[in-house]
């Protein structure tokens, strides 16, 4: 598969630039573009150093304090451009909960992903839905545009799609957002149709991704008149080894969710319950698919113990309501590799199956 602009995806125009292999953006190689953007939004990283020196210690001191109560549900992602073949592998892994994405430069195919939805749901009417809605640069600053967009999404799909998440991986600038402000003027935005046309429907956000909490600080501590329904991170742990690995000499997985369960308590903006919405191991020997490099990257038997390993520290917090594995079909990251149009379940296929219906 060639590497695009995905129609839509800025305009068709750089510096944002989609990469199929590994469904994600590549990083922006106009270097003076970012530092102009960085330039121009210096006074929203002064607020998020502030607001971090402020929140995270408290937060570290108090997060030994806080309980959780929550009983982990599984879900996993799947794509529309990974065909229907994902529709029998659900079925066959029994998972009742998707994320799928809907990307906001692929308006012109909205038929397109309601079909791919409505399947899974007529398949299996106990299946759920969470319905990422992914920005680009053009909805960012086109709040116009957005707000049609926005409205349209919901009205196509509120009958059978109860909760959004809005926004993803919201502190990497190839994915749009230079400042958590944008974020919370984006979000803000969405939770205004959705407060006067869609009272039911449920919001997720920030997702902000890895252990970068002071982005998620400054998304849950400010003075934005905003909600997160439910609290979104795409919380990847050690891209390089065990889950009970650390970063900073503690934080190994349980003490990340820890802090990440106390900063949602500490805040008015968010429900602290939490949902990991992405998380997953790069495998080796699968250039260009892997989303880093394959100094990154770690074998099949290893990323099916790393798997189960993960889940069971998870759920051992009970602070955590569902986490997605991202995603069904990736040959450099998920659980089936596709490549040559044949369909081969990894180790951890079977593996998955058999952890979430123990």
């Not at 959780?68 to 998972?95: C, F, M, P, R, T």
């Not at 926005?150 to 059978?160: A, L, N, R």
């Not at 979104?232 to 690995?245: A, E, K």
């Not at 003490?255 to 949602?264: A, E, F, G, Q, R």
Request: glycine share 4%; charged share 30%.
């Amino acid at each position: 598969m060639e590497n695009v602009h995905l129609q839509g995806f800025n305009l068709n125009k750089e510096p944002f630039v989609w990469d199929n292999y590994s469904d994600q953006p590549h990083v922006i190689r106009d270097k003076e573009y970012k530092k102009a953007m960085r330039k121009k939004h210096l006074f929203d990283y002064v607020k998020l150093f502030f607001t971090s020196i402020i929140v995270l210690p408290i937060s570290i001191v108090l997060m030994k304090l806080f309980k959780g109560n929550e009983k982990l549900e599984y879900g996993i992602g799947v794509n529309l451009d990974k065909g229907e073949e994902q529709y029998a592998l659900v079925e066959e892994l029994g998972v009742k909960h998707l994320i799928i994405r809907m990307p906001l430069w692929e308006m012109h195919r909205i038929e397109e992903y309601i079909d791919f939805v409505k399947k899974f749901i007529q398949q299996d009417n106990e299946i759920k839905i969470l319905l990422n809605i992914m920005q680009d640069r053009e909805h960012i600053e086109n709040n116009e545009l957005l707000k049609k967009n926005i409205k349209i999404i919901f009205e196509k799909f509120s009958s059978f799609v109860e909760e959004y998440q809005i926004g993803s991986t919201i502190n990497r600038s190839k994915w749009g957002f230079f400042s958590v402000s944008e974020y919370l003027k984006f979000y803000k935005t969405v939770q205004n149709i959705r407060d006067e046309f869609f009272k039911d429907l449920k919001l997720l956000g920030p997702s902000v991704i890895d252990f970068e909490y002071y982005y998620t600080a400054r998304a849950l501590f400010n003075l934005e008149d905003i909600k997160y329904d439910k609290h979104s991170s795409l919380l990847y742990v050690d891209r390089r080894g065990s889950p009970y690995n650390t970063q900073y000499g503690v934080f190994d997985t349980k003490n990340k969710v820890d802090l990440l369960y106390s900063l949602t308590k500490l805040s008015w903006k968010a429900s602290n319950e939490i949902y990991i919405t992405e998380v997953n191991w790069p495998i080796s020997n699968t250039a260009p698919y892997a989303p880093t490099s394959e100094h990154e990257c770690i074998s099949e038997e290893e990323y099916k113990k790393y798997m189960i390993e993960y889940h069971e520290i998870i759920k051992g917090t009970k602070k955590i309501k569902r986490v997605y594995w991202h995603q069904l079909i990736a040959p450099g990251y998920g659980l089936v590799d596709n490549r040559d149009g044949k369909l081969r379940k990894m180790p951890a296929f079977q593996t998955y199956k058999k952890m979430i219906n123990d």
